[in-house]
């Protein structure tokens, strides 16, 4: 077995093995259990991940980006039920986007906004300031584009649902 990389946090070296093992080269981490159990962080133990003689070059190169897992082979085929990725969003244009921000940015301001502005003269101690209604609306027009894509992608499965 040869050690191919060294690594001090959990998520880097399993991420490493995933790239291995996609290319076909079966890896194993060695020192998991010993930094879980110093802790996370310190450097005193790295995570090894040891493969065979044999891949060891190979997995060399394809941890160091000079080669890639590979493609997919030609023979393959997705299984049943797999969605493809190429189509499946709703599509949206940048005007529908703009109008969903300021609409939902504007919505905001009026529900949390104008009671604050109100309580402010009414005798209210803190004022809204122009930075937090700011905020208000920027939080509140990302929600509004979010909304505005998910009721698209929901009206574009309902139509691909009528569609024989």
Known sequence: MTTVGEFIHQADASL???RLQAAGIEGFLFDEISLAVVGAGTTAIPIRLQVSDEDAERAG???RGEEAAGPLPDDFVPPDGAEVA??????????EVGSAFIKGGIL??????LPALSAMVNGGKSAPTIGGLLLLFVIGGVGGVVMHVYREGQKDA????RKP
């Open 16 to 18: 490493a093995l995933s």
């Open 61 to 63: 190169r394809i941890l």
């Open 86 to 95: 190429e189509g499946n969003l709703p599509k949206v244009t940048a005007k």
């Open 108 to 113: 905001t301001l009026i529900t949390l906004g």
């Open 158 to 161: 309902r139509e691909t649902e």
